[in-house]
């Protein structure tokens, strides 16, 4: 009974979220008086609360209540246990839930299963014994932003990493799969691969003493929107913002307007609320009876200056954008 | 003509303690009040109440004919009341001036900024009155405690109030200091300041005071006309008996139980040398600063030898911390009592037991039963007062708490006794008693040794007295030619008069 | 310094003083009735067995580490370094298991190294003396790199079951975690109650100077007090990894909060001499309590965070009314 | 406490101590000294004017606050809440000059938050009588809390530019927050050493009864420190959200074991009655320089966590063995 430890870059029984009606037809019919929980990380980052606002949609769309908690703050492991600990007695059928690690939810994972209520981990931190994880793929994110540089930036250069708080999942996939990918022609050097712990302050200040040392500078990738703005603002008190690239992940929505003033470069949106309706309706589809792979991906895609209008605006149905990006990439 | 101060039925209860019941009595302007009574008798009570660190739970005060009511010291202060208190109410990281100047400095540019210089000008001159050679701008934690007392004193002479009250102010002070705070006292009398005068060293009071009030269990036992007094008149009055006036009696046997061989410490001891033998009572007499308290510490493994060695029973003993003087059977009775002594917030019994708890354990645990028998039997031995075991010890009046590290002792069942000011705040009656329980100490076997700036106590007590001057023993005087002015002679730096300088061989 | 003497002359009268502990005690006991029973009229369930049972075991944890943490609080110190203790010897008792080593041995081990970072800190506050807050504010961060590197940053997967059910079974229906903290407990009260050790660390904190002139083993006693804190963070780590299966180096984040919190609502002064084991305790639990109850409650996090705030404020002040009144 | 008596026999003379306080500073200055030539020989431009202007700018938002920490401390207090202060004071500055309230308006209204949080701190410590480190990690979570529930969780953008150079700016080629913390430093120091404040403030840290006895208005100076502290994370996120451009509700994570570590390092005692203004300023600027030596030298996260820790213990011996040979 013990699945092998899940990763979620790699899990060959996956399924790209575009395709679940295909693949599994309409929405089935529920039980009567299903009711679904979800836990998060936090609220404290807009990432997290848009993915709520995607639970919340879905499950007014299907007639489901939800009830969204999250951790008092990120790294506050037993406090996020003890929530959905409280989910599971208070007999929700499913839980979604975003671990602040790999392992703090693990005890939930196995209550959960004795109790027969599913459970998917959606994005972020893997819970290894994770039956089902709905989310994009982490290390994708540095890979887009590497390839970006490549395309936009033949000539190569240096580059800097700003990480997340040490030793969490997504920092360390997203700026493994930004180093491997932009090492691979030779061109590019990554001078620089300093911790910035999700904290604007902090990369304000690495990205200040980067830029120094290297005026010579090209770009900068950052785990995450709230440290890019900050190095933003670095960037443009060493008056480089025309010379240096800055790009973010998430796409969280002050990313999008600095982006349109043309000051962040780009960000790499993993697109939280479709990601909360797709784990939502995964989920349902669960208590439902069908079965699922054990992966379904979610879109994330690079928005730059040029086509930013695409994903965001008004009359934009990302939903639908996203659709085609699937069906082209297909 | 109206008193300057008066008192009028005040009583103050602490949560089952009824620490004053009903004291009424006068100061008149320019009279020099003497506040007598045993130890807890309240007498620190009063006077807290009177400037205003306490509220009275019933009665009130007239400062010349005038109603007032503290609720805090500043007020207080504010109607012309200084006060001294027993214990010394200094803030270490700071100089000598800035405590004396503490919660009301003296400032320029309007309040704005304080004048350093202008405080330690002033500072100086206060100081100068008793002894001069204090510096207003040195850290107070540098000074020794007799010098800090004196700091005390001139804080109080800074403020021109009308009324000074001084509990205690000379419990560490040298009879030559005592000289020249009287003749203060006596200055300010003159001027028309009122001074109550706490005490527990009667010569002095009897000596300077024109009235005096005697308290007892909280309440006002009597005045004394100290005119036509005698001590025993007094002390009748204080502890409600008759006191025997007892005369010094020998235990010293011919065994050597401890040996100090040329003793030096870092700061001030040198070349320190003597015999102490099994009942021996041995006194060290000396000025403030001649190195007595270091001496002690040195025996006691507080402070560390560089130079020198202790023998014990024919053996020499390395003593690194006080744990080694304990096992070795020794065992200190510090001078700061309230620093070096007690734990505040446990109890009388634990602050008894603590240098021997292993002994009321076994197998690790300590046996309550066993605890609170010695508990009984050692401070019923010691006769503290309330009788209350499981008491914080802070709630107690000094004299208590002396007593109780003395039972420390006691219950460690070390053989050998350091007492360093042992009588230091400690009132007539108690005295007496912890004067016999140094006798029956050494009746017992025990060898002591009694450090005392207090001459006449050093001779009631001592087999053999050893004059320290400077860090060095200057003298060793037999029992058969103990006087004070042979001590005095002794201590005195220049004055190398008469008998040979013979450090014990 | 959080006893003004303004207030001083309304101390404890003799009869009191001697059940003075138990009293106040008394006043933490009535802080969690009163949460427990405002949860209950708001939360159908709450007062189910199984919540109950559920608030002692997620307290468990936090108990665990706030009883080393009294130790260190009465004998005049404190113990940030708690949480990145418990990390390391996490991650090498995960190690050790999966390579192998019997059940037992791991467990020895992994509370040796936590008795070891204790040691640490006691050395350096007791014989280099420096502050407590700074050697472990030090540590904290020295300790938690450590974990770090000696894992790269990953977690440690895959404990392997026998080790498991010691720390996560159930023994005559009550959770492992909750009984290995309530014999801990029991240890630490006889520790402190009726022990020279417990004495010893009163007295050192009550009035260091006075105790090392009573010949009581200063260094030592502090010693002690770290050692034993380190090694309550090690088993608290050990009962988490039970649970969790797994052992991460970011593991016990701000657990030195909640530890100290607890401690101070039970009673324990942080100016040293006094503390309360059955009140550190209850401490404990009150914190589960509010976490537990505001969760069923569905509060929103922001406003939880409120909550707890707001309670450690009012718990002190009821704290400091009972003691006015004593 | 964290000096244990067996040393006590080395005591101060006289004379020496009367210079203490700049001898403890020298001893800072020798260890930034020792950093900065290590640095220099690793890091090539280590030494540039342009850097070391850097690390002061990068120093400055930690020492201002450092200064409020370091009166409070001497106070006998401490301050955990300073960072979740500053958040609120950052929020609510943000939004009044979004809604276009006049700059100096908005400023005065950041302050003023600042100050109130740091008197209801004050209040609790001083008239309820609560332990400082427990009503500041009360107030930790409360302040932070009120300051997400304010912007429900979001971080203000687009601050004014007219604001931005008034915080970001360079006057005569030195960065604005160093010249603001510079004066701002100078003040703290003409208070603590000149003025009666500055007295009261040693007093009742030093002795809080003597300081009673001797009629120091105890309430009011601990207040006024608390005070000071609030207004100065507020100045601290006023710099920040200069520099940033944004405010969050977020912002001043664990700002207050930066500030306590740079006082400490500086010199004060968490006992209470001694602290440095000059040494704090050279605390931060130690830490300062670290942080920005060992990113220049690109160390792995890891290993930049074990030297922050490694410093601070290694700052406080050295300070402890200065003090030793005094
Ligand atoms: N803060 C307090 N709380 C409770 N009881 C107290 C307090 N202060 C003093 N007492 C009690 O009040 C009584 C009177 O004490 P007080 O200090 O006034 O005596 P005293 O005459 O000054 O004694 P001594 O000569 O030893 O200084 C004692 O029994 C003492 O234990
Ligand atoms: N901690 C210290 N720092 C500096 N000097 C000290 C210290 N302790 C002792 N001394 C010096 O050593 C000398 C001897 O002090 P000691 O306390 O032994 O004298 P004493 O005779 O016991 O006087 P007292 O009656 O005041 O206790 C004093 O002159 C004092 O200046
Ligand atoms: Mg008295
Ligand atoms: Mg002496």
Redesign the interface.
């Known amino acids: 009974q013990e699945l092998a430890p899940l990763n979620s870059d790699t899990e060959k029984d996956r399924m790209d979220w575009s395709q679940l009606e295909a693949k599994l037809g309409a929405f089935p019919k529920l039980p009567e008086g299903t009711k679904a929980g979800a836990v998060s990380k936090t609220l404290t980052n807009e990432y997290w609360r848009s993915l709520g606002e995607g639970y919340t949609k879905f499950g007014d769309k299907a007639g489901v209540p939800v009830v969204y908690q999250a951790a008092q703050s990120e790294g506050d492991q037993l406090g996020q246990l003890t929530i959905a600990e409280g989910l599971i007695t208070q007999g929700y059928n499913v839980l979604l839930v975003s671990p602040q690690t790999d392992a703090n939810l693990q005890p939930v994972i196995e209550q959960a299963k004795a109790a027969g209520i599913p459970v998917v981990n959606v994005n972020d931190a893997v819970i290894p014994q994770a039956e089902h994880y709905v989310g994009n793929v982490q290390r994708d994110n540095g890979v887009r932003v590497a390839k970006w540089f490549i395309e936009n930036r033949p000539e190569g250069g240096k580059v800097a990493i700003v990480e997340g708080q040490a030793g969490v999942y997504a920092a360390v996939q997203r700026t493994d799969g930004f180093k491997a990918t932009i090492s691979e022609g030779g061109k590019f050097e990554v001078v620089a691969s300093v911790p910035g712990n999700w904290d604007r302050q902090t990369s304000y200040d690495a990205a200040t003493n980067i830029l120094q040392q290297h005026p010579d500078l090209i770009g900068f990738y950052a785990n995450n929107d709230g440290m890019a703005l900050g190095i933003v603002e670095a960037v443009k008190a060493a008056g480089l913002q025309d010379k240096v690239a800055v790009f973010g992940t998430d796409g969280i929505s002050d990313a999008y307007t600095s982006i349109k003033a043309g000051e962040l470069t780009g960000t790499v949106d993993s697109f939280p609320v479709l990601t909360g309706e797709v784990a939502l309706e995964s989920a349902l589809r669960l208590v439902a009876g069908q079965k699922l792979p054990r992966v379904v991906a979610t879109p994330q895609a690079l928005i730059t200056k040029d086509n930013v209008a695409r994903y965001q605006g008004e009359g934009v149905d990302v939903r639908a954008v996203l659709m085609e990006d699937a069906a082209a990439a297909n | 003509m109206t008193p300057r101060l008066r008192f009028e039925a005040i009583s103050k209860s ?4 009824n620490a004053l019941s009903d004291v009424s009595f006068d100061v008149a302007p320019g009279e020099i009040h003497g506040l007598l009574g045993e130890n807890g008798a309240g007498k620190s009570t009063l006077l807290r109440i009177l ?1 205003g ?3 009275p739970t019933s009665g009130s005060m007239f400062v010349d004919g005038e109603n007032v009511s503290f609720r ?3 007020d207080a ?1 504010g109607a012309g009341i200084a ?1 001294i ?1 027993q214990e ?8 000598v001036a ?2 004396m100047f ?4 003296l ?1 320029t540019v309007g ?4 004048s350093r210089r202008e405080q330690e000008r002033r500072a100086a001159e206060a100081l100068s009155m008793i002894e001069p050679g204090i ?1 207003p ?3 107070i ?2 000074l020794k405690v007799a010098q800090r007392q004196i700091v005390e004193i001139a804080r109080a002479l800074l403020d021109r109030a009308r009324i000074i009250a001084m509990d205690e102010p000379t419990s560490s002070l040298t009879p030559s200091e005592f000289e020249r705070l009287a003749e203060v006292i006596t200055k300010l009398s003159a001027s028309g300041v009122s001074i109550i005068y706490v005490s527990h060293k009667m010569d002095e009071v009897l000596r300077i005071c024109q009235r005096a009030s005697v308290m007892r269990d909280g309440k006002l036992a009597g005045a004394v006309d100290v005119q036509t007094a005698s001590h025993q008149d007094v002390i009748t009055m204080m502890v409600g008996r008759e006191l025997m006036q007892e005369q010094h009696v020998s235990h010293v046997t011919a065994t050597v139980k401890l040996e100090a061989r040329g003793l030096s ?3 001030k001891i040198r070349d320190a040398s003597f015999k102490l033998h099994r009942g021996e009572v041995l006194g060290i007499a000396g000025l403030v600063g001649s190195g007595r308290t270091e001496l002690l ?1 040195l025996l ?1 493994g ?3 030898l560089t130079a020198g060695a202790i023998d014990i029973d024919g053996k020499t003993v390395n003593l690194r ?3 080694d ?2 096992s070795a059977g020794i065992g ?1 009775v ?1 001078e700061e009592r309230k ?9 009388v019994t ?1 602050n008894m ?3 021997s ?2 002994s009321f ?1 076994k197998a ?3 046996q ?1 039963g066993k605890l609170r028998n010695t508990a009984e039997d050692l401070l019923r031995r010691v006769n503290l007062r ?1 009788f ?1 075991l ?3 010890i802070r ?1 107690f009046s000094g004299g208590n708490q002396q007593k109780a590290i003395i039972a ?1 002792w006691l219950a ?1 069942k070390s053989q050998i006794l350091l007492f360093d000011e042992p009588t230091r705040g400690i009132d007539v009656g108690a005295k007496a008693e912890i004067y016999h329980l140094i006798e029956a100490l050494a009746a017992d076997g025990h060898s002591i040794v009694v450090v005392s700036s207090e001459l006449p106590e050093v001779i009631r007590l001592s087999d053999r007295v050893l004059v320290m001057r400077d860090g060095q023993i200057a003298a060793e005087i037999a029992r058969a030619d103990l006087t004070e002015s042979a001590i005095v002679a002794h201590a005195i730096p220049g004055a190398n008069t008469g008998r040979t300088p013979a450090p014990a061989a | 310094m959080s006893n003004s003497p303004a207030a001083a002359d309304t101390k404890l009268s003799p009869v009191f003083a001697r059940f003075s502990f138990s009293l106040r005690d008394a006043g933490t006991l009535i802080g969690l009735v009163v949460i427990m029973a405002v949860f209950s009229t708001l939360v159908p369930g709450f007062l189910s067995e199984r919540n109950l049972v559920n608030i002692l075991q997620q307290s468990s944890i936090n108990a665990c580490l706030a009883l080393g943490m009294t130790l260190v609080i009465i004998s005049g110190g404190i113990d940030l370094s708690v949480g990145p203790t418990a990390a390391i010897s996490a991650v090498i008792t995960a190690t050790l298991l999966l390579s192998g080593t019997p059940v037992p041995l791991a467990i020895l081990a992994g509370l040796g190294i936590g008795m070891a970072c204790g040691f640490i800190n006691g050395i350096l506050v007791a014989y280099v003396g420096l502050q407590p807050f700074i050697v472990t504010l030090g540590t904290l961060s020295t300790y938690r790199a450590l974990a770090l590197i000696y894992t790269g940053g990953n977690p440690v997967l895959g404990i392997p079951a026998g080790f498991r059910s010691l720390f996560n079974g159930n023994l005559f229906g009550i959770p492992m975690p909750v009984l290995i903290v309530a014999v801990v407990a029991l240890a630490a009260w006889v520790l402190l109650k009726k022990t020279p050790i417990g004495e010893y660390l009163l007295a050192v904190g009550g009035n260091e100077e006075a105790a090392y002139v009573a010949g009581v083993p200063i260094a030592r006693t502090k010693i002690t007090a770290y050692v034993i804190s380190g090694g309550l963070a090690a088993l608290a780590s050990l009962i988490l990894i039970g649970r969790l299966g797994a052992a991460e180096p970011i593991l016990g984040n701000l657990w030195e909060l909640d530890a100290i919190a607890a401690a101070a609502i039970g009673g324990a002064s942080l100016m040293g001499g006094k503390g309360s084991i059955l009140g550190t305790i209850l401490g404990a639990i009150i914190l589960g309590t509010m976490r537990n109850g505001l969760t069923l409650m569905n509060v929103q996090a922001f406003y939880q965070l409120l909550a707890t705030g707001l309670i450690i404020l009012v718990a002190m002040m009821i704290d400091r009314a009972t003691r006015g009144r004593e």
């Open positions: 602490f949560p089952g303690v400037s660190v306490f509220r805090k010291p500043m202060r006060m208190h010394l109410q200094q803030v270490p990281h700071m100089s800035q405590n503490l919660g009301h400095p400032t309040g704005l900024f304080v510096d701008a040195a850290p934690s540098s410490s870092l700061t510490r006691a507080a402070d560390r911390n006080p744990r003087a304990i200190l510090p620093r070096e002594g007690i734990i505040p917030v446990r109890s634990i037991a603590l240098a708890l292993g354990s690790g645990i300590i309550g309330p209350q499981d008491r914080p709630l420390r460690s």
